[in-house]
């Protein structure tokens, strides 16, 4: 390593000796890029960060700023800084503290992305990431590795809590706006992970195997939508093969599709990994690898000396890394606080949280509570609650507000003696899981394994309490997926007995049990939802999730989250499940990789054999029962939807509906918009989102009427034997909806011809 670095700069030195050295600046790119030697402009396209394991935590060793996961090559003499890369998607992921300085340097733990999803409010979700802009900012960031945007193709995927949604549609907007609130401060995002990467299990090697129309309509159409819409900074690729070929290495992916179609502007990264094959990713047009490493900068410039990367793909390439320097606070020499507001952003959270949780049900208005009572708080997370999850999407933050805190800062009592015995256990569970003897999860929040209470316990408790809530948790994140066994797709015995009993001895008093669901994605409901009178999935929402939690039950805030993936009944219910590496004996015969035999499927190659039937694209169009279905979500009041109507426009319509609350309490709806199309074109789902709109806050008898732009292209479907979209001319029935099964109102929308846009024929999955 020392002898290439020494090398280049032996020859830069050489090279420059009677060049001008212009100094970049916004408008003399070019010539900064004909003052750069070879040497220097290959700097620039690797990282200049290694990774290395802190204190446990894989992360960058930045000069810059400690923790932060990358960096880009600084060239003095021609006035080129480096820039700073860090995580992630729920707020700014660095070292908490720093050699020799007394100070912390704490961020904030924001909503996950399920939760910004769930709150359907992209007004809201830019609003966060505003502030989650200004922080990186202030901690010296140029660039923040986020949003993850993956589509939730199976509940088990380990890193659903990072992403967004099953749909591509939401996916997308959601992207968009967390991209420009940002990106307003003046540092960038990097969209990720490009594409296909819908498992964990094997994420570096795996071969997602897709078909053209599926990777148009759901796996890329979320990001076509982030880049058309909010011009991201930075794309990041993914670790893993699609269709043969490294997305990292994929031309027809990075260049034809991303740039030439789209009209991406920006610089691709790769993701946190050296792969064989640098010739191909800088050829592909992947600009900047990512930490980065000596052996990379030697493969390209013995691809450029032997003709295997012309000068010319050299130079597109570090232009684009130029352009996208000249843009960072690093170029502005911005001098950053490193003490971000962390009081208000807490205080966002607490609020945007709150908006992004679901109450999927409600019996007899259980909820919300009248606020003096008293509560035995049963589950070991409702003392130590999950922020986020794990891996590079977790945040050090200074704190995690419990429930037990939350509950009580609303002025509601916890009883004291179920909290001791909680208090006692968390800390002997957290001390042993330090000791690995209990729990544990690599690289995030340890998830202590559930407290056992005797039914004598409960029952002794009942007569001082009011009413039971029970917390159950789940913790998953990068590098594996969740596994379809007792205890993380389903309950434990000990959870199932614990709600049993904690029924059993509060509703034979006349008294209320609610579950609260802190989890990362999607756990089995179906067998147990009978049991309790209110369940509120709050998902991970952050450091101030206690308080989220404790607004919405004792009613301060109206829930109006919103599912933005489906509940099955059943885990293969779901079409990717039988293509997904559920089998976790089956995976480790592969990974981490004792031996190598015969690929092994889902682990070597996943086929994506359901096609463009995700997630509830499959359940509509069959017809099944779900536990909970897409877009559903309850309110402490109701809302009538009235007055359909769509106005056709240029290139599409516009869709209006007036929403009036019905109810007593004041509360906002999450509206829907779900489009069959005609029949006669190609095979399609039963229906398809194509707009969606939460209304502001109605007061008890308020209406609002809301109205969406849908044009005409977003209700094209993919026709890969012609490559192109089509949008078949016809009837479509536009449907207002409260969920994807809670259909309000309809309204027509005739198109009188068809239309086509031709694409390109890339991409195409030869192997089967
Ligand atoms: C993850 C990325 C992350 C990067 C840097 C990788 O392992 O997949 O999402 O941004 O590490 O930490």
């Not at 003095?76 to 707020?91: F, H, N, Q």
């Not at 419990?402 to 609303?410: H, Q, V, W």
């Amino acid at each position: 390593m020392k002898k290439t670095l020494t090398m280049i700069a032996f020859m830069t030195m050489a090279s420059i000796g009677a060049v001008a050295q212009p100094k970049l600046m916004k408008d003399n790119i070019e010539d900064v890029l004909n003052a750069m030697t070879l040497e220097e402009k290959v700097s620039l396209l690797v990282g200049k960060s290694r990774f290395v394991i802190m204190n446990g935590v894989p992360t960058g060793t930045t000069s810059k700023v400690e923790g932060a996961a990358g960096e880009t090559q600084a060239i003095e003499r021609l006035g080129i800084p480096g820039t700073v890369l860090s995580d992630g998607p729920a707020g700014v992921r660095i070292s908490p503290t720093r050699k020799g300085d007394d100070n912390t340097y704490y961020a904030t733990a924001f909503p996950v992305g399920t939760v910004l999803a769930s709150t359907w409010d992209t007004e809201l979700v830019q609003r966060v990431t505003k502030a989650m802009g200004e922080e990186a900012k202030d901690f010296g960031i140029d660039v923040l590795l986020a949003p993850g945007m993956n589509i939730q193709r199976n509940p088990l995927c380990g890193r659903n809590f990072e992403y967004f949604s099953e749909d591509p549609f939401l996916s997308g907007k959601m992207a968009a706006a967390y991209t420009k609130g940002i990106q307003e401060n003046g540092v960038g995002v990097s969209i990720k992970h490009f594409m296909g990467n819908n498992q964990e299990t094997n994420r570096n090697e795996v071969d997602s195997r897709i078909s053209q129309r599926a990777l148009r309509e759901i796996y890329l159409k979320n990001f076509e939508i982030a880049v058309k819409d909010a011009d991201p900074w930075t794309v990041m690729s993914s670790y893993n093969k699609m269709n043969g070929k490294y997305t990292q290495q994929n031309r027809e992916l990075l260049t034809t599709l991303l740039r030439d179609e789209w009209g991406f502007k920006g610089i691709v990264m790769t993701d946190w990994g050296n792969k064989e094959g640098t010739v191909d990713a800088v050829n592909a047009g992947n600009d900047l690898m990512e930490p980065g490493s000596d052996v990379e900068v030697e493969r390209i410039l013995a691809g450029v000396r032997n003709g295997a990367i012309s000068e010319e793909q050299i130079d597109t390439n570090v232009r684009r890394m130029l352009e996208y320097i000249v843009k960072t606070p690093s170029f502005a020499n911005y001098h950053f606080s490193s003490k971000p507001d962390l009081k208000a952003h807490a205080q966002l959270t607490r609020e945007s949280s709150a908006q992004g949780m679901v109450l999927l049900k409600n019996d007899e208005n259980t909820l919300p509570l009248k606020g003096n009572e008293t509560v035995a708080l049963y589950g070991v997370t409702s003392y130590d609650f999950i922020a986020g999850g794990a891996g590079s999407g977790q945040v050090n933050t200074a704190y995690i507000r419990s429930l037990k805190d939350g509950l009580e800062n609303d002025g509601v009592r916890v009883d004291e003696t179920t909290a001791d015995w909680y208090s006692k256990y968390v800390a002997y569970a957290t001390a042993a899981s330090k000791n690995n003897e209990v729990g544990g999860l690599f690289w995030g929040k340890t998830v202590l394994p559930e407290m056992q209470v005797s039914s004598k316990f409960i029952t002794k408790r009942e007569p001082e309490t009011d009413l039971a809530v029970i917390t159950i948790s789940r913790n998953a994140g990068e590098g594996s997926d969740r596994k379809n066994v007792e205890g993380d797709f389903t309950l434990t015995q000990t959870e199932r007995q614990l709600l049993q009993d904690v029924a059993d001895t509060y509703h034979a008093a006349g008294k209320k049990v609610i579950v609260v669901l802190n989890i990362g994605g999607v756990i089995e409901t179906e067998s147990w939802k009978s049991i309790p009178d209110a369940i509120l999935l709050a998902w991970q929402p952050g450091e101030e999730g206690g308080a989220s939690v404790a607004d919405i039950l004792v009613g301060k805030v109206n829930p109006s989250g919103k599912l933005a993936v489906t509940f099955p009944v059943r885990l293969f219910d779901n079409p990717s499940t039988k293509n997904f590496p559920f089998n976790y004996e089956m995976s480790q015969r592969r990974w981490p990789g004792s031996f190598k035999k015969a690929p092994v499927r889902n682990v070597d190659y996943t086929n994506y054999e359901e096609g463009i039937y995700v997630g509830y694209r499959y359940f509509e169009t069959k017809g099944l029962d779900v536990s909970y279905p897409f877009g559903y979500g309850l309110s402490y009041t109701t809302f009538e939807y009235s007055s359909p109507a769509v106005k056709a426009t240029s290139d599409g319509f516009v869709a209006m509906v007036t929403v009036k609350n019905a109810g007593k309490t004041a509360g906002r709806e999450a509206v829907q918009i779900y489009v069959t199309a005609p029949s006669g074109c190609l095979d399609k789902p039963s229906c398809e989102l194509k707009g969606f709109v939460k209304t502001k806050e109605l007061l008890p008898g308020e209406s609002q009427t809301v109205s969406v732009k849908i044009d005409n292209y977003s209700l094209a479907s993919f026709n890969e034997n012609a490559s192109r979209w089509e949008t078949a001319d016809g009837v479509y029935q536009v449907k207002f909806a409260a969920s994807i099964r809670d259909v309000r109102q309809t309204a027509k929308y005739q198109l009188k011809k068809p239309l086509v846009w031709e694409v390109n024929d890339i991409l195409a999955l030869k192997e089967k």
